[in-house]
């Protein structure tokens, strides 16, 4: 049986709904304060096409000059699971200052999508720096890698 379509009041990275979870990111009006939420934020904003977005969220070292959304790809985003959410809550607990934020971490994710009609998923460990920027403190995408 098919799976049936999200419903529009639900956030494409499979929070509430948009304007509860990605869409203040998205639009500016609030920043991500965790790595995770930036990831899913970035998730959506593929979802959506948001080149501005996604190359705002990129750290300046390593945004790729080229264009990070293909207008001409037939591709269709069906998911996202986070894997590595609970490993996250479970270091933090376990960590001696458990107020304090890290200036880097990672977050491992599988994304599904179609593109061009064939089914694909992505497995990635991204890994994240929290910097000052010229708002505050925030989260940047560094870069990947692809476990096995």
């Known amino acids: 049986m098919p799976k ?9 990275c499979g929070g509430p709904s948009l304007a509860a979870c990605c869409g203040p990111y998205l639009d500016g009006s609030a920043i991500a304060p965790t790595a995770e939420a930036l990831m899913r934020s970035r998730y959506t904003a593929y979802t959506q096409g948001n080149e501005a977005y996604l190359r705002a969220s990129w750290h300046a070292s390593t945004v790729p000059s080229e264009p ?16 590595s959410a609970l490993r996250l809550r479970q270091r933090k607990a376990e960590s001696p200052d458990r107020d304090a934020v890290p200036d880097r ?8 999508c179609k593109v061009n009609g ?7 460990v991204s890994n994240f720096v929290r910097e000052q920027g010229a708002d505050g403190l925030r989260w940047y995408y560094v870069d990947g ?4």
Request: charged share 30%.
């Open 118 to 124: 064939r089914a694909q998923r992505l497995h990635e």
């Open 145 to 148: 890698s692809f476990p096995e």
């Open 4 to 12: 049936k379509p999200s419903s529009p009041a639900t956030c494409p």
């Open 105 to 112: 971490d990672t977050v491992e994710f599988v994304a599904r």
């Open 68 to 83: 990070i959304v293909s207008q001409d790809e037939k591709l269709h985003w069906l998911g996202l699971e986070v894997k």
